[in-house]
């Protein structure tokens, strides 16, 4: 055989390969859930990658943050720049490998993490993984938190091939799957999940009694590898339990994670028991009877949290830095104009 045609069949191979690697990438890039309709959560992870990364305050885990707290308040009020990097029902490990994957690229001077996942010993559902883990950037971060994360019934290569998860999908694709392949719409502010609406809570369930209160061991030691973390990098780390009526906060757990705050020297704010500070309402600034904030309640908390973070922690009033500024004020435009725009869909006056 000669040369030249050794030569041509290596380029054939070459370009079969190439249009069979391109093919399988273009078709994952179809099936992939987009995450832009319905259940925009799993959407939440991946938009800080496209963020200038120099934020104040990182705040870390479910959607007890990504619902009840609004950066846009913290800037417009406070000058505080802030990221939530929140995910539906993101377990404790997922939260500090998002923190980990934080530090690649910043180090903000606050992390506020939310302990209502402490409950959870293990992950639940692979769903929930997904919508935490799929976002994430590849690195060492994303392999460890994936690894402690998965189910049984999970295989790491579905994670890094998703076409082996989601080939199925077939009968569920849309128009929105096509239009958003490559280019996703932002679905969130700085990470907040915005809601108008208003469903009053009531009728909320009593916890059922425990067989045993105690947080499970690997819970237990990844909130200390948040704040061993924490205070490797000296950032200042607060614990907060949001004021979400269901699931059930049990006393007992309130308990563990106070005498955890007084060990370590941290601050803990359980805002279930700060509603005469912050104003909350519970017959108008929830969505859902009593599970999350809407727009109203999210704005009254970050207005607390803002006079704590300038008051008492000491963070500067950035508002005087004109790029950041002008960054602001495109983002308060959108924000001003979404909350609008919900106005108007749900039949509602402007508040």
């Known amino acids: 055989m000669s040369e030249t045609t050794k030569k041509g069949q290596a380029l054939k191979i070459a370009v079969s390969a190439a249009v069979v690697l391109g093919s399988l990438f273009l078709l994952q890039k179809l099936l992939e859930p987009k995450y832009v309709d319905d259940v925009v959560e799993g959407a939440f992870v991946a938009e800080y990658y496209q963020e200038e990364k120099d934020f104040d305050v990182i705040f870390i885990g479910d959607c007890e943050v990504y ?19 929140g995910s ?12 980990e994957d934080t530090l ?3 180090t903000p001077e606050v992390v506020v993490f939310n302990v209502q996942s402490l409950q959870f010993n293990e992950s639940q559902r692979e769903a929930y993984n997904r919508m935490s883990l799929e976002g994430m950037k590849w690195s060492s971060s994303k392999v460890k938190a994936i690894f402690a994360s998965m189910k049984e019934n999970e295989n790491f290569l579905d994670y890094v ?9 077939w009968s569920e694709l849309s128009g929105t799957d096509l239009q958003y392949m490559f280019q996703k719409k932002k679905v969130s502010f700085n990470g907040y999940y915005m ?4 469903r009053p809570a009531e009728n909320i369930p009593e916890g059922k009694p425990l067989a ?3 947080f499970g061991e690997n819970a237990w030691s990844y909130l200390e590898k948040i704040a061993a973390l924490c205070e490797e990098k000296d950032i200042e780390l607060i614990l907060i339990k949001a004021p979400s009526l ?4 049990y006393p007992e757990w309130d308990e563990q994670v106070r005498e955890f705050a007084e060990e370590k020297g941290l601050t803990y704010l359980n805002f279930l028991e700060l509603g005469e500070e912050t104003g909350i309402d519970y017959s108008t600034d929830t969505y ?5 904030m809407n727009l109203s309640g999210a704005e009254k908390l970050s207005h607390y949290l803002g006079r704590l973070l300038r008051e008492d922690v000491g963070l500067s009033d950035r508002r005087g830095e004109a790029d950041l500024s002008a960054v602001w004020t495109e983002k308060l435009d959108a924000y001003e104009a979404e909350k609008l725009a919900q106005y108007e869909y749900y039949g509602m006056e402007i508040g």
């Open 288 to 292: 859902d009877g009593g599970l999350h």
């Open 195 to 198: 809601r108008v609406d208003v």
């Open 67 to 85: 619902e009840n707290f609004s950066p846009a308040v913290l800037w417009q009020d406070y000058g505080i720049n802030s990221y939530i990097r």
């Open 104 to 106: 690649r690229y910043e």
């Open 212 to 214: 045993d209160y105690r």
């Open 88 to 99: 539906a029902e993101q377990y404790i490990w997922q939260s500090y490998y998002l923190l």
């Open 161 to 169: 091939f998703p076409i082996l998860r989601y080939h199925s999908r």
């Open 246 to 249: 269901y699931p059930y906060w």
